[in-house]
C-alpha cells in the first residue's frame, strides 16, 4: 500500500514544508549555504519544533508534536536543495 500524498512521502511532510518552509531556500533556513541535505534536514527540524513549542501548550502542543514526528525531514531538505540547485544555475545564466 502507498501512503504518499501529493508526490510526498506522507500528509505531514508535504504539508509541513508546504505551510512553514515554502518560498525559503535552504540558506534562509540557516543563514549559509549547508553541506549538505543532513545537515539542511536537521536545520528545518530544529526550526520547525521551536516554532511549534513557542507559542502551543497542552494537548495541542501535543498533538503539533506527533504530527511533526511524521515528517520526513530529509526529503524536505533534498526538494529544498535542489530547488535550490535550479535556482542557482539560473542566476548564473542570467549573470553569464
Sequence with gaps: MNNT?????NYATWRVNLEMFDGQ?????MGRTPHDF??????LQSQAYELIEMDGKG?????????LSDVNWQEIAKHQ???YADDET???EVEA
Excluded: C, H, K, V
Aim: no cysteine; proline share 3%.
Design 5 to 9: 500524498y501529493n508526490g510526498w512521502t
Design 25 to 29: 531556500s535552504p540558506r534562509d533556513i
Design 38 to 43: 543532513y545537515e539542511l534536514a536537521d536545520a
Design 59 to 67: 494537548l495541542a502542543l501535543d498533538y503539533a508534536l506527533a504530527f
Design 81 to 83: 536543495m535542489a530547488d
Design 90 to 92: 539560473e542566476t548564473d
